[in-house]
């Protein structure tokens, strides 16, 4: 049965999906059909695992909802143009649950990266900013990761983030506050001395895992590649060795480079660090510029509603020179992948992240937000490729929660009005390859950063999803799917 009891959420367990298994219809293979010959598959892997199989590649767009697909596919493919999660057989929608950090604690409706990933890898709705721990008695909750490794599975996180971001971290480690990185960031963190926490209880000294990168260094995962290079510098807690050191100690081949990662073994555990922290992004707006405020003229300002105002001038996203740097996201994933599947016949569970449609949102940059949605697709038309090689391979596409952004219209469609009409908020016009001007526009706060909002977010899944995913879903159940089809 559905969770009923709105005011306890976290409390129930959503027990396994019960919803009707249906046949793939003629015309959802045909959809299959078209949308494998219509992308541009990477090359083949030599990866050779059984037929039996099993893996599941779960693809997290951070901040990617309706707004953010649509703003990228208006870029990218123009306004009548498909991107590659448009073509996928199967979309529903996820309802993203929350609650405060209380045992029993009541509903909040707006969730952070931390306890989203955490309701996917774990089934368990829980409190903003906690990494795989329950809200209120802070207890450790077992992720798909941990059940995966122990059934025997491979396991793999890849993010454009920090390895040790919320997203990450959540499907592998467990504290009960998501800055808790490494071991330098462990108790009183504070920002431009502004307190914000700590995690004193999850300390070894305190009978405590350790810090975000220590618990990654220490885990079953096979494979971690991502941004956070930073945060396996410090000594592991009690250690004279580096978190790093201490990866390698665990057997893990630590690469730095797009060439160390391609010249790597191809066996054996693999530790990306690509940049010190998050990854740079693909894209970015012509001279780092980004969502500028209207200016209204001097005598708007003398009566609100007189005078003119003048928008933010047009721009254009260009190339990031620095992502040319380090590996993109269908790289990483192609290397996990590989990595994952050779010689492997009990199969494994992927998880793959682009991170910054979020963190550039949260900086008002569209162009970095597209370039990442570009990412993504990359990355999921890999995970598909080999899919299509491998039969039993479930691929979900998702997001955690949804983010500030709104495409809206260029010009007003009130301006015939005689008085100035415009967002109050801050807006990028940005140039489209098609020749086309499109308002993108902020406008939850008047800090430096752009929360996130509410809504559902989408779900896409391959054929392997039919059956298995209902239109709506709740977010924590996500888990369940996936657990059921490794049958952990």
Do not use: W
Not at 286 to 314: F, I, K
Not at 397 to 423: C, G, K, M, N, R
């Amino acid at each position: 049965m559905p969770c009923q009891d709105v005011a306890r959420p976290y409390s129930c367990s959503f027990p396994p999906i019960a919803y009707p298994r249906v046949l793939m219809t003629l015309g959802a293979l045909l959809l299959a059909a078209a949308a494998s010959a219509s992308r541009e598959e990477p090359p083949v892997q030599d990866d050779n695992p059984t037929a039996a199989a099993r893996a599941v590649i779960l693809i997290i767009g951070d901040g990617m909802d309706d707004q953010q697909i649509t703003i990228a596919r208006n870029y990218l493919k123009g306004a009548s143009g498909q991107l590659l999660l448009d073509e996928m057989p199967l979309r529903a929608s996820a309802g993203v649950l929350t609650v405060a950090d209380a045992v029993d604690g009541k509903p909040l409706y707006v969730a952070d990266s931390a306890n989203t990933a955490t309701s996917m890898a774990t089934g368990v709705v829980t409190s903003r900013a906690r990494i795989a721990t329950s809200a209120g008695s802070d207890e450790d909750l077992t992720t798909i990761v941990e059940l995966a490794a122990a059934a025997g599975y491979r396991t793999g996180l890849v993010t454009t983030a920090s390895v040790t971001d919320a997203t990450p971290a959540a499907f592998a480690a467990h504290v009960s506050f998501r800055l808790c990185e490494d071991p330098s960031t462990m108790v009183d963190i504070s920002y431009k001395e502004i307190p914000l926490g700590g995690c004193p209880a999850d300390l070894k000294a305190n009978g405590g895992e350790g810090s975000i990168a220590e618990q990654l260094a220490s885990s079953s995962v096979q494979v971690i590649l991502g941004g956070g290079r930073k945060h396996f510098k410090p000594e592991a807690e009690g250690e004279r060795v580096t978190v790093a050191e201490l990866a390698t100690q665990q057997g893990f081949q630590v690469v730095t480079s797009r060439e160390e990662l391609l010249q790597a073994t191809p066996t054996g555990r693999l530790l990306g660090l690509f940049s010190a922290d998050t990854m740079p992004v693909r894209l970015q707006g012509e001279h780092g510029r980004e969502a500028e405020a209207p200016e209204p003229s001097a005598l708007n300002h003398l009566h609100r509603y007189l005078g003119d105002v003048t928008l933010p001038a047009p721009m254009r996203c260009v190339p990031n020179p620095a992502a040319a740097e380090v590996p993109s996201l269908q790289q990483m994933t192609e290397a996990a992948l590989a990595r994952l599947s050779r010689d492997n016949d009990r199969g494994f569970f992927l998880m793959i992240e682009s991170a910054s449609i979020d963190k550039q949102s949260h900086e008002r940059k569209p162009c970095g937000s597209i370039g990442e949605v570009e990412q993504l697709n990359e990355a999921l038309a890999s995970a598909l490729a080999y899919a299509d090689r491998h039969a039993n391979t479930l691929i979900l596409v998702t997001a955690d929660h949804a983010q500030a952004a709104q495409l809206v219209p260029e010009e007003s469609l009130y301006a015939a009005f005689p008085i100035p009409i415009y967002s109050p908020g801050k807006i990028a016009r940005i140039v489209t390859p098609e020749g086309g001007l499109m308002g993108v526009n902020y406008a939850t706060n008047n800090f430096s950063h752009e929360e996130h909002t509410g809504a559902n977010v989408p779900l896409y899944a391959n054929e392997a999803g039919i059956g298995r995913l209902p239109t709506y879903i709740r977010q924590p159940e996500i888990f369940t799917v996936m657990r059921d089809y490794l049958g952990l």
